[in-house]
């Protein structure tokens, strides 16, 4: 069973940035990693995802430009870099794993970390 320990998240004023971190217990080598947020009252939703060795990554559509994803598998570790922050990003940030491509639902990952709080002041 892979464990997934989210860190880096905060408070942070509209327009600042902030820099995820996810570390798995184990390889994550064939895996497609992935990030998603969960805001008060809403359901979970996909933010960006990344296929191993660096390959083609996909994120939702009011992120692209600002939030970037990226991955370590020498340090079993995938990152989600957040520029320009606005207060509808605030949300607890999930990151999860899957063999599965193309992936961008939750119920398609296999394994889940506890998230990390975001919160966007104005």
């Known amino acids: 069973q892979v464990q997934l320990v989210e860190s880096g998240g905060g408070l942070v004023q509209a327009g600042g940035s902030l820099r995820l971190s996810c570390a798995a217990s184990d390889t994550t080598l064939g895996y497609y990693m992935a990030w998603f947020r969960q805001a008060p009252g809403k359901e979970r939703e996909f933010v960006a995802r990344l296929s191993w060795a660096g390959g083609i990554g996909t994120t939702r559509a009011s992120v692209k430009g600002r939030f970037t994803i990226s991955r370590d598998d020498d340090k079993n570790t995938v990152y989600l870099q957040m520029n320009s922050l606005t207060p509808e990003d605030t949300a607890v940030y999930y990151c999860?794993?899957?063999?599965?491509?193309?992936?961008?639902?939750?119920?398609?990952?296999?394994?889940w970390g506890q998230g990390t709080q975001v919160t966007v002041s104005s």
């Open positions: 999860a794993m899957t063999k599965r491509p193309w992936a961008t639902t939750v119920g398609e990952y296999d394994y």
